[in-house]
């Protein structure tokens, strides 16, 4: 019965902004527009239309400018100008009609799944041409795809892959160490053939390195036009959770340049943001409709000093130091940009063929250093087949970066600096006591300063639960911290080989 009263609503409200639009009796516009552009809502709530004049299949959101000026057109046919507040009323009429058919589908940006296996990828051009990549095949598609890629006014058209690739030509663009730049080629390939799905864990790229290492020119001239070439480039850091979350609903990868220090609230929406999550806030001029923003994005962070002091998002992030570039090697920006545009479509064609080849071996990837980003583990397992290196050789690499990483981050805190000391300092093999025990062994080797700063755990209680979310970052650097219960709390401190 509520379903029926609904339905009737909305027609009354069809029907009156038809009225409205025509000035004289129901026209068949806007009736027929449903029907006409294929009107649907994706897998996030927004409502599309189904657009079919190029040679694939695209879509644009209701209420955008692209699809505002079909609609006008499609008026004009019926005799009708519309003005602003018509065209306000029949948006809403098209949305309200999407949420009642009920019909869901998958709206992608920039990368999709393929229900067959391997990935999709939108250029961006006017053609809406798409490369289709799987498992040891890359191919152009310029017609019959029905995969679905909505675009934003920021973005922009990647260049085609040649016949042939050279991923070797990328080398004298990216001023890093050998076994780093390994590294760095297994996060670009991963990073674009995963689609911003649930199972989609990113890997945050973190970037260090002196001033004029080419930090922001390897994130603009490589990163960006390899994976999500955009008119917007390498941006500052948000300044809050709402900004970061638009930002990352409209992009696959999103860059940010000196990046000096963050709040903890920021690093945990960028865990979130790499591994998937939602932002949720009230909706504008209501009591309680809820507002939801889904944050999912690859994220580069670059910056000139280490700035991951949190240990969880430590465990999220790939970091790579570039190497310095001496006068002799510099070049300018124009004479870069124009080797790099000439080299460009050979090395595009090369990644692809080494996604293409390595989602040809990940069925048989040996994984024998696994890591929290497990799925990145595997991909540079199955990329050690690919390349001929023996099982284990880009896993070792990137487990020692983790491990640095972890370090680097613990140094930051104070109270995980006091931890280590005190474990390396027992003659025993472990440290055995109670909260308030601990509390005071490490007030003793303290500062004044240490214990004023606001990092400092004021008491026992807030000892423990600072400590506990150092536990895994701890155990990368042979340090085991256990919490267990009996008569009394007790917390043990042990330094592996001891």
């Given at each position: 019965m509520e379903n029926e009263i609904t339905d009737s609503i909305v027609v009354e409200q069809a029907t009156e902004i038809t009225e409205k639009v025509s000035n004289t009796k129901p026209h068949t516009f806007p009736f027929n527009l449903p029907k006409i552009l294929n009107i649907f809502v994706g897998q996030n709530g927004v409502a599309y239309a189904m657009i079919s004049t190029a040679g694939n299949l695209y879509v644009l959101a209701i209420g955008s400018r692209q699809l505002n000026n079909i609609i006008r057109e499609h008026a004009l046919k019926a005799g009708l100008i519309l003005r602003k507040k018509d065209l306000y009323d029949v948006n809403e009429y098209l949305m309200a009609e999407a949420e009642i058919s009920g019909v869901i589908k998958n709206v992608y940006y920039r990368v999709a799944n393929l229900p067959d296996g391997g990935i999709e990828v939108d250029v961006g051009d006017m053609a809406h041409t798409r490369v289709r990549i799987q498992a040891g095949h890359?191919?152009?598609?310029?017609?019959?795809?029905?995969?679905?890629?909505?675009?934003?006014?920021?973005?922009?058209?990647?260049?085609?892959?040649?016949?042939?690739?050279?991923?070797?030509?990328?080398?004298?663009?990216?001023?890093?160490?050998?076994?780093?730049?390994?590294?760095?080629?297994?996060?670009?390939?991963?990073?674009?053939?995963?689609?911003?799905?649930?199972?989609?864990?990113?890997?945050?790229?973190?970037?260090?390195?002196?001033?004029?290492?080419?930090?922001?020119?390897?994130?603009?001239?490589?990163?960006?036009?390899?994976?999500?070439?955009?008119?917007?480039?390498?941006?500052?850091?948000?300044?809050?959770?709402?900004?970061?979350?638009?930002?990352?609903?409209?992009?696959?990868?999103?860059?940010?340049?000196?990046?000096?220090?963050?709040?903890?609230?920021?690093?945990?929406?960028?865990?979130?943001?790499?591994?998937?999550?939602?932002?949720?806030?009230?909706?504008?001029?209501?009591?309680?409709?809820?507002?939801?923003?889904?944050?999912?994005?690859?994220?580069?962070?670059?910056?000139?000093?280490?700035?991951?002091?949190?240990?969880?998002?430590?465990?999220?992030?790939?970091?790579?130091?570039?190497?310095?570039?001496?006068?002799?090697?510099?070049?300018?920006?124009?004479?870069?940009?124009?080797?790099?545009?000439?080299?460009?479509?050979?090395?595009?064609?090369?990644?692809?063929?080494?996604?293409?080849?390595?989602?040809?071996?990940?069925?048989?990837?040996?994984?024998?250093?696994p890591e929290r980003m497990i799925d990145f583990v595997q991909w540079l397992a199955a990329m050690e087949i690919v390349m001929n290196a023996p099982a284990g050789t880009f896993q070792g690499v990137y487990s020692d970066s983790l491990q640095q990483g972890q370090l680097e981050s613990l140094l930051e805190s104070s109270l995980a600096v006091a931890v280590m000391d005190l474990a390396k300092a027992q003659s025993d093999s472990q440290w055995v006591g109670t909260p308030a025990e601990l509390f005071s062994e490490l007030n003793l080797h303290a500062s004044k300063e240490t214990k004023r700063s606001r990092e400092w755990p004021a008491n026992p209680i807030a000892l423990s639960k600072r400590l506990r979310p150092m536990q895994a970052s701890l155990m990368t650097q042979g340090i085991t911290l256990q919490f267990s219960r009996g008569k009394q709390r007790t917390i043990t401190i042990k330094l592996e080989g001891n």
């Open positions: 890359v191919e152009i598609i310029t017609n019959g795809s029905e995969t679905l890629f909505f675009r934003t006014k920021a973005t922009g058209e990647m260049v085609l892959p040649a016949e042939t690739g050279d991923l070797n030509l990328l080398k004298k663009y990216v001023n890093l160490h050998p076994a780093a730049y390994m590294l760095f080629i297994a996060w670009l390939s991963y990073t674009l053939a995963h689609p911003k799905v649930k199972t989609s864990k990113y890997v945050i790229l973190v970037l260090t390195g002196n001033q004029g290492a080419g930090k922001s020119s390897l994130c603009n001239n490589v990163i960006l036009k390899l994976i999500d070439p955009n008119n917007v480039g390498v941006q500052i850091m948000p300044g809050n959770p709402k900004d970061l979350a638009i930002a990352a609903q409209n992009n696959h990868v999103l860059c940010y340049d000196n990046v000096r220090e963050f709040k903890s609230q920021m690093s945990d929406l960028l865990c979130i943001a790499a591994t998937g999550g939602a932002l949720t806030s009230r909706q504008l001029f209501t009591d309680s409709d809820q507002q939801v923003l889904f944050m999912h994005v690859a994220l580069v962070l670059n910056g000139i000093h280490s700035f991951i002091e949190q240990p969880d998002l430590a465990q999220r992030c790939l970091t790579l130091e570039m190497l310095p570039i001496s006068n002799f090697e510099r070049k300018s920006e124009l004479a870069l940009t124009e080797a790099l545009n000439h080299d460009l479509p050979f090395i595009v064609r090369g990644l692809y063929d080494l996604i293409a080849n390595i989602l040809t071996q990940l069925p048989n990837a040996v994984i024998t250093n």
